[in-house]
């Protein structure tokens, strides 16, 4: 297992990666683009790049910034589904929301360009702005944005111990993997709450393990939510 806040540095699927996309792009965004034309955004979180992808060439490359250890990016598979444009002061002079169900965050340009290349953030995505007004320019709503931290999807490269309250991509994973097991019977949307408790808890007593209310490392384990090189 790697330690906490680190990004797994294992093989990179990029071209299998965007092939899916340009795959399912049309399931995504309706008739906003054509097929042949469709943009799509791939955000590698350990690398700090974003990656423009329109039909199967690479259209465009940005340095970015991305979350602090303790307000990470969220990772998955999300769209945009807002969009602001003016001045707004950090967040430079445009905004594109992604439809993260347990949080706001977006990609945006930043006045604080000497952060780019960092964990920075509270979690959205920083560009120049003069890059985040190029991709502005180029992607409509419903443009599917892929975030990515090494080759363990959802999990980044680490396994911290979650607690009701908490709201991440890694809680995503641990719901999905609870309802896989009959535990969980709500939708997977990040966010720790009443009902994830309840499949937790119940989990536990199932797997014989202390009464402590934690997804923790005991509990990775039972669910088969475990890193390996």
Known sequence: M???????????????LMLLII???PLFAGRVQSASTACAI???????????????????????????????????????NRRFSGE????????LGLNVPWGD????????PESIGTNASHGCIRMRVADAEALYARVPNGTVVVIECGA?????GSLRTL??????????????????????????DGIFGAATQRAVDKARETFRL???????WALYQKLGLTLFE
């Open 23 to 25: 795959l399912i792009f």
């Open 210 to 216: 202390s009464a402590n209310g934690l997804v923790d």
């Open 152 to 156: 363990y999807g959802e999990l980044g």
């Open 42 to 80: 791939h955000v590698d979180v350990e690398q700090k790049m974003l990656t423009l992808f329109c039909g199967s060439e690479i259209a465009a490359r940005y340095p970015i910034a991305t979350g602090a250890r303790d307000t990470p990016t969220p990772l998955g598979v999300f769209r945009i």
């Open 88 to 95: 707004m002061g950090g967040f430079g002079t445009c905004f």
């Open 105 to 112: 965050y977006g990609i945006h340009g930043t006045n604080r």
């Open 2 to 16: 790697r330690p906490e806040g680190g990004c797994s540095p294992l093989r990179r699927r990029l071209s299998l």
């Open 163 to 188: 607690k009701n309250g908490d709201r991440s991509s890694m809680v995503r994973a641990v719901q999905r993997k609870l309802r896989a097991l009959g535990f969980y019977f709500g939708t997977p």
